[in-house]
């Protein structure tokens, strides 16, 4: 796989009540990734970016609801969330990543 797509795949964690917690008890991550994006691309992707083993991969395409926004009617994007299970003995902490990034 070419690394520069894979750089690009992953595009952000996703940050709630759900996924804090299947981080704790399933040992999950949860992500927002690519619309195009395959299974294959997302665990070689958190792989070579986190650095971890993974142990299987979910994905789960989100259709945009449609929203009144006034008097118009409009439709919030499309959205497609990955759930990554870590292998046994693995561990991802996205706030010593995030700190990690940042001092480069």
């Known amino acids: 796989m070419n690394q520069q797509r894979l750089m ?9 009540e759900k ?3 299947l981080a704790e008890k399933r040992n999950q991550m949860t992500f927002k990734v690519l619309p195009d994006a395959t299974k294959a691309e997302v665990k070689a992707a958190v ?14 395409a989100i259709k945009g609801k449609v929203k009144r926004f ?10 497609k969330k990955a759930y990554v299970s870590l292998a ?11 700190a990690a990034a940042d001092k480069e």
Do not use: C, H, Y
Not at 48 to 59: H, I, K, R
């Open 47 to 60: 792989e070579l970016l986190f650095g971890v083993q993974v142990a299987s991969v979910t994905t789960v």
């Open 19 to 21: 996924s804090n917690l």
């Open 88 to 98: 046994a003995g693995q561990e991802l902490d996205l706030e010593s990543v995030a």
């Open 8 to 16: 690009k795949v992953i595009l952000a964690p996703v940050v709630s």
């Open 70 to 79: 006034g008097r118009t009617l409009g439709r919030r994007s499309n959205v």
